[in-house]
């Protein structure tokens, strides 16, 4: 059985590996070695618990009698699984499918029976046959356990500002990754999905801070990592938001996410557990394209504004008429039909499958946990496709009373497929050739499947072209292993125990590109031919790339943990070490143009280019927490970290972060006790910490070892054409560049974060919130000194100094109700997070006038009010304020104020009117002002800036009755903005399509073809494309501020009654359907775009609506 059960979950991984030619070699005899450690663990666990079992039953049968009974909820349904123990002894059992259990006892022994979730209970033997024990759930929250930095507190005794969400929260989703779970879910977190691309992860922030660090398991990894573990692997998450993420030191600037994997119990027999669900996706939102007869139309309009119509307005009527019945002459191939690229290649119904199998239990010294899972997940693009398969294994075992030792495996096999189109997206050219190609083509040639047609001004873009037969294929691969090692000694000091970690990490990245050739036509219906207008091969388009990067990661840490009570004082404290190494190695080989795909690419040409990288960076660090409560009332911790960085040169590399953190539970105190109100005031708990951290993330002003002197190396290569006038042949050139002057001027940035906080519980802690005002300063931000000049022949720069600082301020809460109603049990909570930025000094601004100085100054500025970034500041959006609307010539000839510096010759009727603010009767840039909340540089995308909404909020609503159970998320942000432009302020054009919004419900005449006729108003300025006039600047009628909220998931689900199922051996049986984005409202809803998109023109990939059915089974 043992054997049997241990082949189950690890041939499938030998499987997986082999089928991986990567990772067959390598890894192939460690899994074999692996599953030979399994089995030895599995055995250990079988003959230690059936030692003890039958130790324990030798010695009883000589003392003591046999009780039997049944352990019950409050419904009267039995419990599985229950633990019966006999007090402060190893003995015990746990009970079975019917609640019922048997265990050997004295008459004085005392019966412990402990279950998750509800209140322990204890009964004397006595002597009693048998017992009928009533388990009620437990609603003291206070004694539950939350995981924080290097140990574990009772929530009660935390006095930082700490959130935790379960195992139940977490995995109710369908979000390929964990940030994408926890959205709307936490108070104290933001969060933004600027793209619904399977695979992809949510932007996810503490408090409008910036990236956290991540730490799972005990050990400090990325935001890939966290973001690809499987949600059903996961115990619990913590979020340290204040000071107390200190302990963490230098990588802890932007708060910590703290992961708990899940581990099996302990006198668990063997359980199995599968989910299974199936998806079909959709986009949440697409805005209206035009179809053919109103691209033609809006075109006509606006040429005909510009006065650059090419036809004759009778001949462009016969032409819109034509087209908007659609007429088709196959004989005379007259074809005005048009075609809608988006409902011929936006599926609506994507696939995505999902299963999971874990097997967990225990003895009476070991646990076990192992896990295997699935995502397959498809774009709603043909050949776009995401998987990942997940294994997780977690063991652990008591050697002794003294000795525990843990081992843990976590694999990670990634697959991501692609055609392989130009640019770094490749997703980019179908989303946009989606959006962009007119109407009027159509993808074949003559409707001839073996000829592409030609799109005039959007060749390569052919969205029935973009698949992997046709444009090649990009094959990315991804496998992580992770082996960990810990162990956990009592030492003789009592309270006093010591802790390691070891963790090796690897991860091997193999991405293989082949952009092939394709060849797109035009009909010539005279001579009955297809001829080439765009040949990708000919035009030397054609790319074959291989990328292989490899990491390897080596960690330990080191602890010593105590915690002891001396009467009615509690003193804990944490003090070690800890280390990190990490080496880096990548290589690069290009082929442009694309000799022979099927020869090696290394092999084919000398001239290939070819680029490797290689880093070893390390980390240390000293750790420290000192933990003190009084009767668990008045509470106080006090912890540092001591940290070194590689990225600094000796004498720079070390800074020490200190933190302190206090609370008063007031509610513990004999005066509230004793006071009217105890009586439904449960819980009040008043917390203040303050924290100081560093930053070793310094961006483009410090990259890596910029302290070091010498030359960058292959800075750039190029191949070089042929010499014309010479026999010199092409060659490839590599550059290199001298470093510049080392850094040696800069260190860490300084970061203070300041909270204050209140915990509260109403009514036996059915009504339970927390409300944080928190303030982060940060010092140091690197900055360029503008006073230091070099001569520019010297190709010098001023040094970085740390010499800038800035804030953010906000407030989170959150407050929930649980209860139970007869058969009914509900709750509802919600929560909220506000934050923002503000600049503190900037050093050497010089400004030569004071509009300079107003305009582009960033010292004490709001994040909405500066122009540009710095160090992920927020930067703002200057533009004119739309005041109204011109109606009529007249008005526009009466105006009194110059809005186009042509004396309003470029004004029409429905343009805006910009607001003169300095009322010089002139519009130019001493008008402008902020007029937005935009959070990065606009308007162009920036990866590196803080673009999370001001406001976000989540609502969590929950019910089960008898069987059922509905649960609901919902996620807001507000406070954001979005910006319009291009597309969405030219209009139409004839080389691409267009939106309905913005290019029908427009300001025209009535006679379109007519200047004279009247003005017709609509929603939007007269079309007039790129023409330069004031409606086309920046102003704010192109402006909206972003709120929405949305249905981010809904579950209905049915447990089957378990008379029935366990007919057939099961535990349990839920059969549940899931809806992810279901609905949104939102200021953008107009536009039909997702809120949270960010390319200011909306073609984004918007985030995924998804249908699922899925079956839970327990065995």
């Not at 799972?216 to 499987?230: H, R």
């Not at 750790?623 to 106080?636: P, W």
């Not at 070089?720 to 060659?731: A, I, L, N, T």
């Not at 073809?1009 to 600047?1033: C, M, N, T, V, Y």
Request: hydrophobic content about 35%.
């Amino acid at each position: 059985m043992l054997l049997t059960l241990v082949n189950v979950f690890i041939e499938p991984v030998l499987l997986i590996f082999k089928t991986n030619k990567m990772m067959n070699d390598f890894f192939s005899n460690k899994l074999r070695l692996l599953k030979f450690i399994l089995l030895s663990i599995a055995l250990g666990n079988f003959f230690i618990s059936e030692g003890y079992a039958t130790t324990k039953s030798v010695v009883i049968t000589q003392q003591e009698k046999t009780v039997k009974g049944k352990v019950t909820d409050d419904n009267d349904e039995p419990l599985i699984g229950v633990s019966v123990r006999v007090a402060g002894t190893s003995a015990g059992t746990v009970t079975d499918s019917d609640g019922m259990f048997q265990l050997n006892v004295a008459g004085t022994d005392v019966l412990e029976f402990s279950y998750v979730g509800y209140k322990t209970v204890k009964v004397i033997a006595g002597n009693k046959p048998f017992f009928s024990v009533i388990l009620k759930e437990d609603q003291e929250i206070l004694d539950e356990i939350v995981v924080v930095g290097y140990g574990t507190k009772r929530k009660g005794s935390i006095a930082a500002a700490v959130t935790t969400i379960g195992t139940e929260d977490i995995a109710r989703t369908t979000s390929s990754t964990v940030s994408g779970a926890l959205v709307g879910k936490i108070a104290g977190i933001t969060t933004r999905q600027k793209s619904g691309q399977p695979g992809s992860g949510t932007s996810i922030q503490i408090r409008n801070m910036g990236t956290p660090l991540f730490v799972i398991d005990g050990i400090i990894k990325d935001e890939a990592q966290f973001n690809n573990l499987d949600v059903n692997d996961i115990e619990n998450i913590s979020i340290l938001k204040d000071g107390a993420a200190a302990i963490y030191g230098v990588k802890a600037a932007n708060g910590v996410v703290l992961v708990t994997t899940k581990n099996g119990s302990k006198n668990q027999k063997a359980a199995v557990t599968l989910d299974f669900n199936y998806s079909w996706q959709s986009w949440t939102s697409y805005p209206r394209m035009l179809n053919a007869y109103e691209w033609q139309y809006a075109n006509y309009m606006k040429e005909a504004n510009l006065g650059t119509l090419s036809v004759s307005p009778d001949v462009a009527r016969a032409e819109l008429e034509k087209w908007r019945t659609g007429y088709y002459n196959p004989e005379t191939g007259e074809d005005y039909r048009g075609f809608d690229w988006g409902d011929n290649y936006v599926s609506n119904a994507a696939p995505q499958s999902y299963i999971h199998a874990n097997l967990s239990g225990g003895g009476n010294k070991t646990t076990y946990y192992l896990s295997i899972s699935n995502i397959d997940q498809d774009a709603v693009f043909k050949d776009y496709n995401f998987q990942r398969t997940n294994i997780q294994s977690n063991f652990n075992i008591d050697i002794s009373e003294k000795l525990k030792l843990g081992f843990r495996l976590n694999g990670r096999l990634e697959n991501r497929t692609n055609p392989a189109l130009p640019g770094s997206d490749d997703y980019a050219n179908a989303r946009q050739a989606v959006f962009n190609l007119p109407p009027i083509y159509r993808p074949y040639a003559n409707d001839n499947p073996n000829y592409l047609n030609n799109v005039p001004g959007a060749s390569g873009l052919n969205l029935a072209a973009l698949t992997t037969d046709n444009a090649g294929k990009s094959d990315n691969n991804t496998t992580v292993v992770q082996i960990d090692w810990d162990m956990e000694w009592k030492t003789p000091i009592k309270g006093l125990t010591g802790k390691g970690i070891f963790s090796y990490w690897t991860s091997q990245n193999k991405v293989n590109n082949l952009e092939k050739g394709w060849k797109e036509y035009t009909y010539d219906r005279a001579a009955d031919e297809y001829i080439v207008a765009y040949d990708k091969s000919a035009a030397n388009e054609t790319w074959m790339e291989r990328f292989d990067t490899t990491i390897k990661e080596f960690s330990g840490q080191f602890l010593l943990n105590y915690d002891n009570m001396f009467g009615k004082h509690h003193v804990t404290g944490v003090g070690g070490f800890e280390f990190t190494k990490r080496d880096y190695h990548s290589l690069n080989v290009q082929q442009h143009p694309v000799e022979n795909e099927f020869i090696d690419l290394i092999s084919t040409n000398d001239n290939n280019l070819v680029s490797e990288n290689k880093a070893i960076t390390s980390t240390a660090s000293w750790v420290f927490r000192a933990g003190y409560d009084y009767e668990n009332r008045y509470i106080l911790d006090l912890s540092a970290r001591y940290d070194g960085s590689w990225k600094f040169p000796k004498g720079n590399r070390w800074g020490f972060f200190p933190s302190v953190s206090a609370a008063w539970r007031i509610s513990e105190e004999n005066f509230f006790k004793n006071s009217s109100i105890s009586s439904w005031f449960s819980n009040l708990k008043l917390r203040a910490s303050y924290g100081m951290m560093g930053d070793d993330n310094l961006g483009g002003l410090y990259p890596d070892f910029a302290y070091l002197s010498g030359y960058t190396y292959y800075k750039g290569q190029s191949l070089m054409p042929d010499d014309p006038f010479s026999s010199v042949k092409s060659k490839k050139v590599i550059g290199s560049a001298p470093k510049g002057i080392p850094v040696t001027t800069i260190s860490w940035m300084k970061i203070k974060l300041m909270n204050v906080g209140i915990d509260f519980g109403f009514f036996d802690n059915r009504l339970t919130g927390e409300f944080d005002l928190f303030k982060r300063m940060r010092d140091g931000i690197p900055g360029t000194p503008s006073d230091i000049m070099f001569p520019l022949e010297t190709g010098l720069s001023a040094l970085p100094e740390n010499m800038n600082s800035d804030m953010t301020v906000g407030f989170d809460a959150f407050v929930k109700w649980n209860d139970k109603v007869g058969d009914l049990k509900y709750s509802v909570g919600a929560n909220i997070t506000f934050a923002r930025q503000k600049n503190g000094k900037r050093h050497g601004e010089i400004f030569g006038n004071a509009w300079d100085k107003y305009r582009w100054a960033q010292s004490n500025r709001w994040s909405n009010v500066v122009l540009n970034t710095d160090q992920g500041n927020a930067g703002g959006v200057w533009m004119w304020e739309v005041i109204g609307r011109f109606e009529t010539q007249e008005q526009i000839d009466s105006y009194p104020v110059d809005q186009d510096g042509q004396n309003n010759a470029t004004v029409r009727p429905g343009d805006v009117i910009l607001r003169d603010v300095n009322g010089d009767g002139i519009i130019n840039d001493f008008d402008e002002r902020p007029q937005a909340y935009a959070s990065a540089d606009w308007p162009w995308d920036s990866s590196t800036s803080n673009k999370n909404p001001l406001i976000s909020m989540g609502i969590n609503v929950g019910f089960e009755w008898k069987g059922f159970d509905v649960a609901a998320d919902f996620a807001g942000g507000f406070k954001n903005t979005f910006v319009a432009d291009w597309d969405l302020k030219w209009g139409v054009t004839r080389s691409v399509n267009g939106y309905y919004y913005n290019n029908i419900d427009v300001w025209r005449h009535e006679d379109i073809f007519d200047p004279k006729s009247p003005w017709i108003p609509g929603k939007f300025p007269a079309l007039r494309g790129q023409e330069s006039h004031s409606g086309r600047w920046w102003n704010s009628f192109y402006t909206r501020e972003v709120n929405y909220l949305r249905l981010r998931n809904l579950v209905v689900g049915y447990s089957l009654p378990k008379n029935w199922i366990r007919k057939v051996g099961m535990e349990q049986c839920r059969i549940y359907f899931q809806g992810t984005n279901l609905f949104c409202l939102s200021s953008l809803h107009d536009y039909g775009f997702d809120p949270e998109i960010s390319t200011v023109n909306g073609q984004d990939y918007p985030q995924h609506k998804v249908l699922t059915l899925g079956v839970n089974v327990k065995f």
